[in-house]
Structures are given as C-alpha cells and as structure tokens.
C-alpha cells in the first residue's frame, strides 16, 4: 500500500512508521508532506529518501491543486496525519474519502477539538486530574476530531507529576499503535460493521 504522511513538527510517528517497514513490508511511504516550509520531520523523511512537499503560499510551496495531482501521481492510497495540525480542506478529502486517518495524543472525544495538539492536550488532561489517558486513530473529516475512531490504546496516568509525563507515556504507545494500524489497512483488515470500524 502506497501510503502519504503528513507532518507539522518532529517527526517521531513518521519515524516509527518507517522503522516498521520490516514487519510490514507492505507499506510503501511515497511522500511526506507539511503545511511548513521546513520542519524536523523533513529531515527524517530525507534520510530515508522519500519526497517532501510543503503546502501553502509561500514561496517554494505547492498548492492544494498541485498536491492532489502529486498523490495521485503517486497512486497514494491512505494519507496518515501524524502530527499534522492544519483541517484538511474539502477536496482532498473528497479525493480520499475513506483514506485519511489522524493519530490524537488522547482518548477522544475528550479533550479533541481545535487547538487541542500536542502539549495542549496533555495539559489539559493533566488540569483535569484524569487518571487515564491514551491513544486515538481515527478517519479523518472537515473538523477536527470527530470522524470515525478506527483503534484506541490507554495508560494508566494516576501517578503522573506532569503534563510532560503524560506525553512520554502517550507517545511510547504512538509509536506501536500507529505502525499497527497502518499496517491492518495494507492487509485490508480495516473493516465496518454496521457504524462501528472493525480492525480484523
Ligand atoms: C503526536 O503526539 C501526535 O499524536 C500529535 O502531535 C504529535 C506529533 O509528534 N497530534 C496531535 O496533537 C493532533 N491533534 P511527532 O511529530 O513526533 O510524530
């Protein structure tokens, strides 16, 4: 399965994904591409030498057009946001309906929503006193958070002295969950039964 990661930041769901290309040799990472013009994630996808693409309207950046008829061009057949923080505009996910899914830093639908990314929402997980605290994949639609969740991890946070933390436990699961589930859409173990999404 040919598959595109979008990124905004570090790159370490990127990274885990890429490392797991052994066990899943059926996941082909053709393109990684960022709504910034350069980003640490970058740098990880060069040193596997795959392409990047950063989108917007600066200067050396393609447009939403131009990305769609990249993916394609690539025959791109699921999109992973991984660390992605901008809404996905209509037509690409009319293009992909079905193919786009997210990684959430959090057990939604709590603390989901704009603005809930990184840090933020292990801040506010930690000011609410939660005891547990997790993982969300999820498909992707126009806003943020609210479409189908595909897989769920959780972890114990009850001892937790920081939002820092709890970030460190959450990510650890990130980086198995995620590779995980990619690889279930490649052997297309991805199901629904009636409204619920079924990992076979
Ligand atoms: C990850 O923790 C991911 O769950 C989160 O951003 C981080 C990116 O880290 N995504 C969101 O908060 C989306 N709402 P990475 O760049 O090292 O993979």
Redesign the pocket.
């Given at each position: 399965m040919k598959i595109a990661i979008f990124?905004s930041?570090?790159?370490?769901?990127?990274k885990a994904i890429l490392d797991s290309r052994e066990n899943k040799p059926q996941v082909e990472v053709k393109a990684v591409v960022s709504d910034k013009i350069d980003c640490p994630?970058f740098t990880v996808a060069k040193q596997f030498s795959i392409l990047t693409y950063s989108v917007g309207n600066n200067y050396g950046c393609i447009n939403n057009d131009e990305l769609i008829k990249n993916l394609q061009s690539l025959d791109i057949e699921l999109i992973v946001l991984?660390?992605y923080?901008k809404l996905i505009p209509n037509k690409l996910l009319s293009f992909y309906k079905g193919k786009i899914i997210?990684?959430?830093?959090a057990l939604l639908p709590s603390f989901g929503g704009k603005g809930?990314?990184?840090m933020n929402?292990h801040k506010a997980v930690f000011e609410s006193s939660a005891k547990v605290s997790g993982v969300t994949i999820h498909f992707v639609d126009e806003t943020y958070?609210t479409g189908k969740i595909i897989a769920q991890q959780c972890v114990d946070i009850s001892n937790v002295v920081s939002p820092e933390e709890i970030a460190e436990r959450v990510?650890k699961i990130?980086h198995t969950l995620l590779p995980f589930i990619v690889g279930k859409f490649a052997e297309g173990k991805i199901d629904y039964v009636g409204n619920r999404v079924v990992v076979n």
């Open positions: 990124v930041g570090r790159g370490s769901n990127l994630a991984a660390g923080l997210n990684i959430h830093p809930m990314y990184g929402v958070d990510l990130e």
